[in-house]
Structure formats: structure tokens, C-alpha cells
């Protein structure tokens, strides 16, 4: 069932959620700021976060890619992270968690997504990292490219419980090849597998960075339910198209195809 808020408030018609976590509706994604959302939803609300958020000012200012043999500098189309950003958002994260929250980030604000060791509530677990098959090489040759991805495993102070046994931390998937969806999109196979190794079926999801819609595209692919928040228009609209076709069996081509029929 396709639902989505009016972008760029923090309003949003709580029966949305509500129809997911009851199970009237297999998705929603609201529009608007997440930081006043996550601060006005009920406690442990979600089974499991899984959520790649934006990555620091490094990253961000750091950026390069070549185009027709000309290295420039790359535009992520939205704003980085500060270590306050994280600070505010991350306690709210975790209070509307049940289990495990998976946070992908780089090295600066890693350790930042992390709960104190005397937190009483979550826990850090571990640092798992994402292998980048033919990832893009080091553009200025003067260091080693940085074929690897961080994401920080948290979990509630309670029976841990996945479904990889004694699998190891590392994941290696290629990554998306000129992505037409979102400028960090990750690929779809790195999400299945996340989502079926830290969720069980019918458990609800949540991504406050929910871009272009891949954890709920994995979610519902896998029998998951998804509750996602986007603040921009352009990547809201982009998830809530896949996320359509998903539920309807078929690809984005074929959903668009079938639209301009209509018209």
C-alpha cells in the first residue's frame, strides 16, 4: 500500500505507522526532518533498525569522481553529519528500537554511533564492514583507495539473536554501478542479506535515512514490514515508486510502462 507524507514537516498522520506495526499495511515512508519524528514515537516501536545515514564533513569534502578524464569534486546532493547531529538522533534511535540497530557510517562518526559503555539501555556490539567489489580506485594515486564500508552494530540490553550463527563481520558484494536512484545507493544485495541475517519475517524495520528506498525494497522483497522517513522529495518519491512495483511483483520499468497506458 503506497503511502507518503507531505514532504518537509515534522506532521505526519500517526495511523501510518500504526497500519504497519498492526499489520494493516506493509510499508509507509514519511515525509519530513526524522530528528522531531524519532522524538515523538513510542518506545521500542520497531523490531530492528537497519539505516544509512550521511556520512561526515571528511567524507562529504573529501569526495572525487572522474568524468571524461577530468577528476572533480563530488556533489552528494545533500548535507553531511556532524558528531551533534548524531548525538541527537542516536538515544532516539535506539528508544524506538526493540533490538538491533544497524548504522552504516564512516570512521569519523563511527565510534559516535556507539552508546556509552554505562548506557543502561543499548549496547555496542561490533563494527562490521562491507567489502566494495571493483570499487573506485584511488583517483590522485598518491594513497591506498578505500575499498571498505563500516556499519555499527547496537543491540538492547537484552538476548541477542540473528540468523548467521557464527558468520563473520565482513561482507563482500559489489557495489552499485552508476545509480540512477540515489548518489550512495547501496546495493541490494548487501541489504538482502543484512535483512534477513538481523530480522525475521513479518517484524517491522525502520530507516530514518531512508533515501531511495533499498532497505524497504530488501524488507519487502524478504516478508519484512518497513517504516521509513525521507525528507527530500526527489529520493521519496524514487522509494515509493520501487517500493510499489516491489509489492506489485514487477520492475520500475514495467510499473512506469504500465502507468503511461493509462494516460
Same mark, same amino acid.
Given at each position: 500500500?503506497?503511502?507518503?507524507?507531505?514532504?518537509?514537516?515534522?506532521?505526519?498522520?500517526?495511523?501510518?505507522?500504526?497500519?504497519?506495526?498492526?499489520?494493516? @499495511?506493509?510499508?509507509?515512508? =514519511?515525509?519530513?526532518?526524522?530528528? %522531531?519524528? /524519532? *522524538?515523538?514515537?513510542?518506545?521500542?516501536? #520497531?523490531?530492528?533498525?537497519?539505516?544509512?545515514?550521511?556520512?561526515?564533513?571528511?567524507?562529504?569534502?573529501?569526495?572525487?569522481?572522474?568524468?571524461?578524464?577530468?577528476?572533480?569534486?563530488?556533489?552528494?546532493?545533500?548535507?553531511?553529519?556532524?558528531?551533534?547531529?548524531?548525538?541527537?538522533?542516536?538515544?532516539?534511535?535506539?528508544?524506538?528500537?526493540?533490538?538491533?540497530?544497524?548504522?552504516?557510517?564512516?570512521?569519523?562518526?563511527?565510534?559516535?554511533?556507539?552508546?556509552?559503555?554505562?548506557?543502561?539501555?543499548?549496547?555496542?556490539? @561490533?563494527?562490521?564492514?562491507? =567489502?566494495?567489489?571493483?570499487?573506485? %580506485?584511488? /583517483? *590522485?594515486?598518491?594513497?591506498?583507495?578505500? #575499498?571498505?564500508?563500516?556499519?555499527?552494530?547496537?543491540?538492547?540490553?537484552?538476548?541477542?539473536?540473528?540468523?548467521?550463527?557464527?558468520?563473520?563481520?565482513?561482507?563482500?558484494?559489489?557495489?552499485?554501478?552508476?545509480?540512477?536512484?540515489?548518489?550512495?545507493?547501496?546495493?541490494?544485495?548487501?541489504?538482502?542479506?543484512?535483512?534477513?541475517?538481523?530480522?525475521?519475517?513479518?517484524?517491522?524495520?525502520?530507516?530514518?535515512?531512508?533515501?531511495?528506498?533499498?532497505?524497504?525494497?530488501?524488507?519487502?522483497?524478504?516478508?519484512?514490514?518497513?517504516?521509513?522517513?525521507?525528507?527530500?522529495?526527489?529520493?521519496?518519491?524514487?522509494?515509493?515508486?520501487?517500493?510499489?512495483?516491489?509489492?506489485?511483483?514487477?520492475?520500475?520499468?514495467?510499473?512506469?510502462?504500465?502507468?503511461?497506458?493509462?494516460?
Amino acid at each position: 500500500m503506497v503511502s507518503a507524507s507531505d514532504a518537509g514537516s515534522s506532521q505526519y498522520d500517526t495511523e501510518e505507522i500504526n497500519g504497519v506495526i498492526h499489520g494493516d @499495511r506493509q510499508w509507509c515512508l =514519511i515525509g519530513g526532518d526524522n530528528a %522531531p519524528i /524519532l *522524538s515523538s514515537l513510542p518506545e521500542q516501536i #520497531f523490531d530492528c533498525t537497519i539505516t544509512d545515514p550521511p556520512y561526515s564533513d571528511r567524507t562529504h569534502g573529501r569526495s572525487v569522481r572522474k568524468r571524461d578524464g577530468v577528476v572533480h569534486k563530488f556533489d552528494f546532493g545533500f548535507d553531511c553529519l556532524s558528531v551533534a547531529n548524531v548525538e541527537l538522533i542516536r538515544s532516539k534511535l535506539w528508544r524506538a528500537t526493540k533490538r538491533w540497530c544497524v548504522v552504516f557510517s564512516d570512521d569519523i562518526l563511527a565510534t559516535h554511533w556507539r552508546p556509552d559503555p554505562d548506557d543502561r539501555t543499548f549496547e555496542y556490539v @561490533r563494527e562490521c564492514y562491507w =567489502i566494495k567489489d571493483r570499487g573506485q %580506485p584511488q /583517483l *590522485s594515486g598518491d594513497r591506498p583507495s578505500c #575499498f571498505v564500508e563500516k556499519f555499527t552494530l547496537t543491540h538492547r540490553r537484552i538476548k541477542k539473536q540473528w540468523n548467521g550463527n557464527g558468520r563473520h563481520n565482513v561482507f563482500p558484494c559489489a557495489i552499485v554501478s552508476e545509480s540512477k536512484n540515489h548518489p550512495t545507493e547501496k546495493p541490494i544485495a548487501l541489504m538482502l542479506e543484512l535483512v534477513g541475517l538481523f530480522t525475521n519475517p513479518g517484524e517491522v524495520v525502520f530507516d530514518p535515512f531512508a533515501g531511495s528506498g533499498t532497505t524497504g525494497v530488501a524488507c519487502l522483497r524478504l516478508g519484512r514490514k518497513f517504516v521509513g522517513i525521507e525528507r527530500d522529495d526527489k529520493f521519496r518519491a524514487i522509494a515509493v515508486e520501487r517500493m510499489s512495483a516491489e509489492v506489485d511483483g514487477v520492475s520500475v520499468d514495467m510499473a512506469r510502462a504500465k502507468q503511461e497506458k493509462l494516460f
